[in-house]
């Protein structure tokens, strides 16, 4: 899990409280409003479980996430700590770096997916570096816009069903 500080000084286990004061860099802008009446708004998940091993880029996917309404947030920087994580919590879809902390991100896929909930990796990476059977996975490539995540997760709920099975 990335350990970061709250905004009172004391750790704080899923970003919850950095992302309530609002630390994506980008303030509270036009895209930032644009996210809030998207079309598909009430697509957007409750609870969404991140993969994600740099810091800033975890503030900004927790701080769309509760801008886009998801009540639960959570934050790993490595696979083995989000894969601990999905055996006590269900949640409504994941946002997958592909090369973490501990490794690749491919056994979160796999048990997301044998869960049947709708995930899309964001990545610098291509998916080549990922077995084949990930290879038509959705992919947002890093760095990417807000409303880029936010149509991809839209259209990903929309479905509720993965676009990837495990073979």
Known sequence: MVQLLGRRGEPTANLRDLGEQGAYPGGEGAERKALQSHPMADAIPNSVLI???EGLVCLMLEDMMRDMGARVVDVFAAAGDA??????R??????????????????????????????????GVDLDVLPARYHGQR???K???????????SELLRDRSPAFCPA
């Open 51 to 53: 993969v994600e091993d």
């Open 83 to 88: 894969l601990a994580a999905l055996k006590a």
């Open 90 to 123: 269900h949640y409504d879809c994941a946002i997958l770096d592909i090369l973490v902390r501990d490794g690749t991100s491919e056994p979160v896929a796999d048990a997301l997916a044998e869960r049947g909930i709708p995930f899309l990796f964001s990545s």
């Open 139 to 141: 992919l947002i490539s």
């Open 143 to 153: 760095p990417f816009e807000d409303s880029v995540l936010a149509a991809q997760l």
